[in-house]
């Protein structure tokens, strides 16, 4: 079954979906989503051809349960429209946004290119999104339960939040609005935008420590995440792992867009107009060296979610066994379609066999024992 719907997406949708400019792909897909997801027949349909369950998939981490470790990753689902229908699709928890405070329409077009060859998208969106408000009053009116939800929060793209103070205040005042609603499993903060006004801003120890005091200071009662950037060599990324372990933080994702395009050995043309940071394969051996380090060096003082060019289950057991509990995708759902996510989940027990491995959570940081 998933051998014949990779050989339909790859041979149909994927051909016609790649001759749209990328955005209008991927907003055309959100709409369909969004209203496939309110048809309970539909999601039953897409429950039964897509999704694969094991209870060696199963895992509990801080207090949530993930039916197995593939999640969706942000910036797919920015406004929230698909939570109907990702659970559908075989994926075990999912992360909404990044929200902001204020609504931002995202940088000016075009703001996402694909590297086809490489297997990349080139993404300068710039936090676009239509502002906590509305997609938190969205995401109460949700209808699937026992699906965990991240919600990924970040600074709004305007001139006046570039400015220090003015930029903590505004996180702190969006994620006040998200926890007051009490939607979500878990948050994100997310620290490694690199599109923004200002550029990117609190992946300095020092300021990592301002934002991560004033959102300390009122209480949180749900696990917080930070979403950490891909370029950083060790000594720097290990400075904000302190960081973060001096105020508790419970995970790191581990990691955003790639930014060096001279290293990203691309097999396509990048025209210097074209504007943006990278994802998928150019991510994926930056994002599997930071994932070791960090489980290197602090074993189980952050629950590692690995992100960065997953294509296979092979890519995702990959970061298992380097350190992380769960993994995140986006691009790999984009080059190789919806049923990937289910594809990796049976090839994940597949390949715990292989390793006399009974539940995934065997599988976590094995390199390391
Ligand atoms: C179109 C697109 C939009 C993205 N937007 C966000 C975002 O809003 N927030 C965020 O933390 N990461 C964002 N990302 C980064 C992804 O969440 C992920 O970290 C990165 O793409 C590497 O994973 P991948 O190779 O599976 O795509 C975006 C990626 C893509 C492709």
């Not at 094991?54 to 470790?69: A, D, T």
């Not at 710039?126 to 339960?145: F, P, Q, T």
């Not at 590692?304 to 769960?326: N, Q, T």
């Amino acid at each position: 079954m998933d051998s014949i719907f990779n050989f339909i997406y790859k041979r149909i949708f994927k051909q016609i979906f790649f001759l749209f400019d990328p955005e209008f792909a991927h907003d055309l897909v959100i709409y369909i989503g969004s209203i496939l997801g309110r048809f309970r027949f539909i999601t039953c349909i897409c429950l039964r051809m897509f999704s694969y369950k094991n209870k060696r998939l199963n895992q509990k981490i801080k207090n949530i349960s993930f039916s197995n470790p593939v999640g969706l990753s942000a910036g797919f689902d920015k406004d929230g429209d698909l939570v109907n229908i990702l659970p559908c699709i075989g994926f075990g928890f999912a992360q909404i946004g990044t929200i902001t405070n204020l609504p931002y329409g995202g940088n000016p077009k075009p703001r996402m290119y694909r590297l086809k060859k490489t297997k990349s998208i080139v993404v300068n969106y710039g936090l676009k999104n239509i502002g906590v408000e509305r997609i938190v009053s969205k995401l109460k009116k949700v209808k699937v339960k026992d699906f965990p939800l991240g919600i990924s929060i970040g600074r709004t793209n305007c001139k006046e939040a570039g400015e220090l103070d003015k930029g903590v205040r505004d996180y702190s005042e969006c994620l006040s609005k998200v926890i007051e609603s009490d939607v979500g499993n878990f948050y994100t903060i997310n620290i490694s935008c690199p599109n923004l006004h200002g550029g990117e801003p609190f992946t300095t120890p020092e300021k990592l420590r301002y934002l991560l005091k004033t959102l300390y200071s009122n209480p949180v009662s749900k696990p917080v995440f930070i979403k950490m950037p891909v370029h950083l060599k060790w000594s720097g990324f290990n400075e904000l792992c302190k960081v973060a372990d001096s105020f508790n933080v419970d995970g790191l994702i581990i990691a955003n867009l790639a930014k060096d395009r001279t290293s990203a050995n691309l097999k396509d043309y990048l025209p210097d107009h074209i504007k943006g940071h990278m994802s998928g394969m150019p991510t994926q051996s930056l994002s599997d060296e930071l994932i070791s380090k960090t489980y290197e060096n602090y074993k189980d003082t952050f629950v590692i979610v690995g992100v960065g060019g997953i294509f296979s289950a092979e890519d995702a057991y990959e970061k298992i066994k380097k350190g992380a509990s769960l993994v995140q995708l986006v691009t790999g759902i984009i080059f190789e379609g919806p049923q990937l996510v289910g594809q990796i989940n049976k090839g994940l027990v597949r390949l715990l066999d292989k390793d006399g491995f009974y539940n995934i959570s065997e599988a976590i940081g094995a390199y390391h024992k």
